[in-house]
């Protein structure tokens, strides 16, 4: 038994909701083009698992969030594939993968053949089994990755209100499902061995600032310390944490967020593997020229940086995915991808954003008792990322507008002080209108760090220089 497609995109997650938004505006031919899922629907927006479906009160429920409504384009229901000609093959796992042959074998024993195919199989939650720790699969212990997750998250929390619930790791996830299980009226104590929150991102200014917010809304931190065993009751269920510090914390539920690994044993031995993942070209081809990869699998050459990384952020799956289809459906038109790193969060009033890389000295600026404060990443005299808590839309584009052209700053205390207005100030001179770029990269395109940027004298001057420098350079491109 077997099918046969021109495109398969393996995995139906948010890079495959793009990738297929982007065939159909290339005009893919009905009958060409196929999704196979193991999740039972159709792509959704995977952010909204751990923000607006948790909310107590009119919480999102599919189909409001199917992909591609985070980027304010149209809503792919099942109904949209139908329409289009794409086969949705839901509900089924991939076991094995041939690349020379050029098929899939499903769990249920169909082969299925393409001739080009998109992997988009994502990331899988880090398991605390893989620590030593056992029983992590009581019932009232919860992971978050898919919408089965997070239903069973929904369901453990309605069933806590009034009681403790211990969140493991101080990430994104812990943070972001800390800050809904307070709002669903659960006490909760984050528990992670780093010094602060959001450890691989946070300065420890910036940490302080959210963990106080935190703690007025009566969230409680353990840090510097791991958790070792649970005490369970004779139902299985999970009633206590234990610490290596020796503390016992009382819990009526678990939320575990320790990291994620990306799903690639389906090509370990076939495809070139780098960062963990799925090693690519600046077109998002493996090395294998018929298979491309896209989203977390995928590690991919990030220009602004000079290296290869492989990032776990929406923007870049939903971007690294219309860009793989432009390559495939006009390879003559198309560029390598030029992506700058951008990830975001939105827990309780709170609202950040993040470009770029943060490596280097920070530079806090902007009000830390207010509202709206943030930081520069200085590396080797060059702004080499950028951080906006409670910015405006057009704040945060002049933050990576600035940020994608690296300025080299010589007075960080002078950048200190202008804070925000360094950014506002050169977006706004450097380029009234941002032209549309190839391959559906969406941000503005500066082939390198073409200029010397200095906070202390003439930023308007600087960027209008840059402004021509940049319009003439991207003329000259195009001819
Ligand atoms: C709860 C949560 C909140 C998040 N919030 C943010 C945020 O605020 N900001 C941000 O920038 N990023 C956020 N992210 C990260 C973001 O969602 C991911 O970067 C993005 O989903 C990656 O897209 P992807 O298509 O690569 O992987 P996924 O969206 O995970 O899709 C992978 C798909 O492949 C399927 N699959 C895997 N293996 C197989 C197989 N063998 N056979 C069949 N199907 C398979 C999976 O079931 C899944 O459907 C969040 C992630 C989670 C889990």
């Known amino acids: 038994m077997g099918r046969a497609f021109v495109y398969v995109i393996l995995g139906g997650g948010v890079a495959a909701g793009y990738a297929a938004h982007e065939f159909v505006k290339k005009d893919v031919p009905h009958g060409e083009l196929c999704i196979i899922s193991d999740e039972p629907v159709a792509p959704y927006e995977r952010p909204a698992l751990s923000k607006g479906f948790l909310l107590p ?16 384009e149209e809503r792919l229901t099942p109904k949209w594939y139908k329409e289009h000609g794409i086969e949705l093959i839901l509900g089924t796992r991939v076991k094995s993968a041939d690349v020379k042959r050029k098929t899939l074998l499903t769990t249920a024993g169909e082969t299925i053949s393409y001739k080009t195919l998109i992997v988009a199989t994502g990331a899988r939650p880090l398991k605390l089994e893989e620590f030593g ?26 069933s806590s209100t ?6 493991i790791g101080g990430g994104y996830i812990g943070m972001e499902c800390a800050a809904s299980l307070v709002i669903n009226k659960v006490n909760v104590t984050m528990v992670f061995p780093e010094a602060h929150c959001m ?52 819990a009526d539920m678990v939320v575990v967020g320790i990291g994620i690994r990306p799903n690639t044993s389906l090509f370990e031995g076939q495809l070139t593997l ?34 290869i990384r492989r990032l776990e952020h929406v923007d870049a799956a939903r971007k690294a995915a219309s860009h793989a289809v432009t390559a495939i459906m006009n390879p003559d038109k198309s560029i390598d991808f030029d992506y700058l790193p951008f990830f975001y969060s939105r ?37 080499v990322g950028s951080f906006l808590e409670g910015g405006t839309k ?10 994608r052209l690296k300025p080299e700053v010589d007075d960080l205390a002078e950048l200190e002080r ?29 082939e390198k760090p073409l200029y010397a940027w200095h906070a202390t004298a003439g930023v308007i001057f600087a960027a209008s220089i840059a402004a021509f420098a940049y319009w003439y350079g991207r003329r000259r491109r195009r001819l």
């Not at 910036?206 to 510097?224: L, P, Q, R, T």
């Not at 057009?394 to 940020?403: C, G, I, N, Q, V």
């Not at 202008?418 to 395109?445: N, R, Y």
């Open 274 to 307: 780098e960062k963990g993942g799925i090693k690519v070209n600046g077109l998002m081809q493996s090395s294998n020229a018929s298979v491309y990869a896209v989203g977390d699998v995928a590690a991919f050459p990030v220009k602004v940086f000079g290296d």
């Open 199 to 250: 450890g691989r991102l946070f300065t420890p200014k910036i940490a302080s600032y959210y963990e106080e917010f935190y703690k007025s809304k009566g969230v409680k931190f353990v840090k510097g310390t791991v958790l070792t065993s649970f005490d369970s009751n004779s139902e299985g269920k999970v009633t206590a944490v234990n610490l290596r510090d020796g503390t016992k914390l009382p």
């Open 133 to 158: 720790v056992t029983i992590s699969d009581a019932d009232n212990v919860c992971y978050l990755r898919n919408l089965a997750d997070a239903q069973r998250l929904v369901n453990v929390m309605e």
């Open 394 to 403: 057009d704040e945060y584009e002049a933050l990576s507008k600035m940020t």
């Open 57 to 72: 009160e009119a919480p999102a429920r599919l189909p409001s969030f199917h992909c591609c409504v985070g980027s304010n």
């Open 347 to 383: 827990v309780f009033t709170l609202s950040w954003q993040f470009y770029g890389d943060n490596i280097g000295e920070a530079i806090h600026f902007g009000d830390y008792s207010g509202t709206t404060f943030g930081a520069y990443w200085i590396s080797k005299g060059r702004i």
């Open 418 to 446: 202008q804070g925000l207005d360094f950014a506002t100030t050169v977006s706004v001179k450097l380029m009234p209108s941002s032209p549309p770029t190839e391959a559906g990269s969406s941000d503005v395109v500066v």
């Open 162 to 167: 009034g009681g403790n619930a211990i969140v």
